[in-house]
């Protein structure tokens, strides 16, 4: 049981590297939904081979066997190793449920807050205009969907890259990415390794929807230069906004322009391996966790005289 629960411990260490390459082969948008899927899985597994750990200390302690209706030894670890990995299961199930909650009730604020700023604004169909010499842009999930632009991001962009910036955060309304960068930051607060992969989740997002608006104009060009100024302009921002919504001046930058300005090139079968192996973490991940439950369940079923060994 042991080496089988340690393995979802370890194998999200493997995610970073494996996202970012398959990032730069993939899809845009296939590269956002295996790594974030991957993310999401591994995050589960290492949740659920922490909760085991928890379950096979506590149940060596007298108080919990008999609430478990234990009639003999739980004979998982030896007592030398059993209790300390409970206890540093509970400890990091106890941190990563308190730095979770807080950032959900904060993110919980922020969009509450934006969502008030956006809805005092009068809105031409789907655009809201705010007054501020700051220049920022983001798309503001809720309904209805909000594309939140302000003056100074207005006057830094002319007629035709506005069109591009406009595309772009409408692309990530339609395409309901702020669920993406709220699902990789959830992720990130279950496994410390997954902390990395939130930059590749969100240049993936980035990438998505600077294809979509590039398709909308027409012009590889224009959007990247719209994505180059808004990001110039937009380096001091100093709104306040959720985390998980999205902005065209988000993520490396410099990255998303060469991307545009790149030829395109088949990059689809050279990534399918590195998104194999991602799949791969997650089975093996699942597996583990799965079979680890599944034998400590069995154990604890002999220890309650329900079956034999």
Do not use: K
Not at 72 to 80: G, M
Not at 166 to 182: D, M, Q, S, V, W
Not at 243 to 255: C, M, N
Request: proline share 6%; charged share 20%; glycine share 8%.
């Amino acid at each position: 049981m042991t080496v089988l629960l340690i393995l979802p411990l370890l194998v999200p260490f493997t995610l970073p590297a494996l996202a970012r390459r398959a990032l730069d082969r993939l899809a845009p948008a296939a590269a956002l939904w295996v790594i974030t899927a991957a993310a999401v899985a591994l995050a589960g597994c290492a949740l659920t081979a922490l909760g085991a750990f928890l379950l096979a200390g506590l149940l060596r302690l007298p108080f919990f066997a008999s609430l478990g209706e234990l009639i003999r030894p739980l004979h998982t670890l030896s007592d030398r190793y059993a209790l300390p990995l409970s206890a540093l299961a509970a400890g990091a199930l106890a941190v990563w449920a308190g730095t979770g909650t807080r950032w959900v009730l904060r993110q919980a604020r922020a969009f509450r807050a934006a969502r008030t700023e956006a809805g005092q604004r009068p809105a031409a169909g789907d655009l809201c205009v705010v007054e501020s010499p700051v220049p920022d842009a983001y798309a503001l999930p809720g309904r209805p969907h909000r594309i939140v632009v302000t003056t100074g991001m207005l006057r830094s962009l002319d007629g035709p890259e506005r069109e591009a910036l406009f595309a772009h955060e409408r692309a990530h309304n339609r395409g309901g990415h702020h669920y993406f960068l709220a699902a990789a930051e959830l992720a990130a607060h279950c496994h410390p390794a997954l902390r990395r992969v939130r930059a590749e989740v969100r240049l993936a997002v980035e990438r998505v929807a600077d294809e979509a608006a590039a398709r909308t104009v027409g012009d590889r060009r224009l959007t990247a230069r719209a994505i180059a100024r808004a990001a110039l302009a937009g380096q001091y921002r100093g709104t306040v906004r959720p985390a998980f919504v999205s902005g065209a001046a988000s993520g490396p930058v410099p990255r998303r322009v060469a991307a545009l300005l790149a030829a395109p090139r088949g990059r689809r079968r050279a990534g399918s391996g590195f998104a194999a192996l991602l799949v791969a973490c997650a089975v093996l991940s699942c597996a583990a966790s799965a079979t680890g439950m599944a034998d400590l369940h069995h154990r604890v079923e002999v220890a309650q005289g329900e079956a034999r060994r």
